[in-house]
């Protein structure tokens, strides 16, 4: 697509095709790649871009919070097979479809989101998520009307500093890693390191306390 022009929608079948909405800045792009090693290219908004499987070449959603949408029921997909195809892209969508079974890592979303380094899943209570290990869980209740109208999310940091947005219906399995200390603009400070316990250098140690002596709290 070139000249500025909007695609609305883009159905493409069988075959290796490319819809490039790179020019676009008036409109979203929708597409719908088919079967084969399709290559999508996102425009300056927020795009819909709809696949039956990972069979595409590559994924750019461009500038905005671009959507990647699952339609096959009971479609199985790996983010964290498929984060090298797949570049600014925001939002995970299972909605669509039922029974979506997905799995990811914290580093599949530094790959897959660009400098936003967030990605929400906005799902149902049939789909069923695996994000892995080293995560944190931040806020809780998180409404974003322009990702998800309608739905609530947990947040979950990363001890990299990605954040994972997953819709509160959706069967998540998570689990925590180590603990992180939070500046109040929520930026992550170094990791946290328990409070040493030796004695410092030079320091007397102390005397036992004779049998039958009391300490006095003062």
Known sequence: MNGGQVLSQQVVAAGNDTIDASAAVNGSLHAFIGSGADRVIGGALADQIFTPNSN???????GGNDRLVLTTPGQ??????????????????????????????GDDILKVSGSFN???????????????????AVAFNVTNAAIAPGHTFTDYVHING?????DSTVNLSIVAGRPRRWTPMGRPTPSWKAPSTARRSGSRPRRPMPAGRRSRIR
């Open 56 to 62: 595409f070449d590559s994924i750019d959603g461009g």
């Open 76 to 105: 199985v997909f790996s983010l964290t097979a498929n984060a090298t195809k797949i570049h600014n892209t925001e939002v995970l969508w299972l909605a669509d479809t039922a029974n979506t079974n997905v799995t990811l890592a």
């Open 118 to 136: 967030y990605l929400y899943v906005v799902g149902g209570p049939d789909d069923h998520v695996e994000a892995g290990n080293q995560w944190g």
């Open 162 to 166: 990605s954040h994972l947005f997953v």
